[in-house]
């Protein structure tokens, strides 16, 4: 069986002052090709840090992240190469030719995908069109990470902390969460769910808010006002998503009502919401993009790309 070779790669946009959306392609003198900047992730690296750090290498441009594209599969000399993709908005930066990628065109995205050398890619390219669902996710619903058993705690349970595994989970959010570029910071009222974004907000200079509808307590005695809430930050526009700390007793709950499922191979499961994991939520119900990560460390047996239908928005392998 051939190796598989991971990497992760940035489907780069801007639109311009006519709204015509405009994608990054990249020469690379090393194989004579039109491509998207990628790259091997690094040794126990996962492939969203590695996709941002390859284009940033490549391309010298720094982008907000969006929402999860596609996963490309094709043979190279020393195995199969699986790149994930994720849609990323510029926001400042310029490029500079280098050892890697010599040239960068910005084109319309029908243009790009004809200069493009490899028909995989124009794969992804594809996605960035899709006109049904957003670039870019305006929620990101956080799991508390982990504070030990309910058990062992002598206190009230609300104020019950992080235990050691939860502290490094809270620092893992805080080095990679930045990346999709939040506006705010919210969290139910325990202790364990404030402390889960306490390094994001010491990280960002964000203040946390508190959301008690979404905690357990709030959200079990009125559902109803938890999901208008979550349907409210699917809708605001504050610049940047919303990054909301909240308990496994209500996430699912939300995700469900939202219409996403876990897709497994008995069919739609409880949607999944292990400590310290994040759901991407972005767009609606109907036309919702639905991206799960748990702990951001690799795991082989997540699905990698998520599918169009909202009945099954966990990213999965095509």
Not at 59 to 72: D, P
Not at 140 to 166: F, I, N, T
Not at 282 to 303: K, M, T, V
Request: aromatic residues 6%; charged residues 25%.
């Amino acid at each position: 069986m051939p190796d598989l070779i991971p990497a992760g790669g940035g489907v780069l946009w801007r639109t311009t002052d006519d709204g015509t959306l405009e994608t990054a392609v990249v020469h690379r003198p090393k194989y004579d090709d039109w491509s998207l900047p990628k790259g091997k992730l690094d040794a126990g690296e996962h492939a969203l840090p590695a996709a941002v750090r390859e284009v940033c290498e490549e391309t010298g441009l720094a982008a907000v992240v969006g929402r999860r594209s596609v996963q490309t599969r094709y043979p190279v000399r020393n195995g199969v190469k699986r790149v994930d993709y994720w849609l990323m908005q510029v926001v400042d930066g310029a490029f500079s030719p280098n050892s890697e990628v010599d040239e960068l065109r910005w084109l319309p995205v029908p243009e790009a995908a004809a200069l493009l050398t490899h028909e995989h890619d124009r794969e992804v390219l594809a996605d960035l069109a899709r006109a049904d669902l957003p670039r870019a996710p305006r929620l990101l619903l956080v799991r508390h990470a982990s504070a030990g058993d309910r058990s062992d705690w002598d206190g009230p349970d609300h104020e019950r902390p992080l235990d050691r595994r939860g502290r490094e989970q809270a620092e893992t959010l805080a080095r990679v969460l930045p990346v999709f570029g939040p506006a705010r910071l919210l969290s139910a009222p325990p202790t364990r769910c404030r402390s889960t974004l306490e390094p994001l907000a010491e990280a960002m200079g964000l203040p946390v808010g508190e959301l008690p509808e979404l905690g357990e307590k709030g959200f079990t005695a009125d559902p109803h006002a938890g999901l208008a809430v979550v349907e409210e930050l699917l809708l605001s526009d504050d610049g940047g998503p919303v990054v909301v700390s909240s308990q496994g007793g209500a996430i699912p709950s939300v995700l469900m009502s939202l219409g996403v499922r876990w897709q497994g191979t008995a069919g739609p499961l409880w949607p999944p919401a292990a400590k310290g994991s994040v759901w991407a939520l972005g767009g609606r119900p109907g036309a919702l993009a639905a991206d799960y990560y748990r702990d951001f460390e690799p795991d082989p047996a997540a699905p990698a790309r998520r599918p169009p239908a909202p009945e099954a928005a966990l990213p999965h392998q095509r």
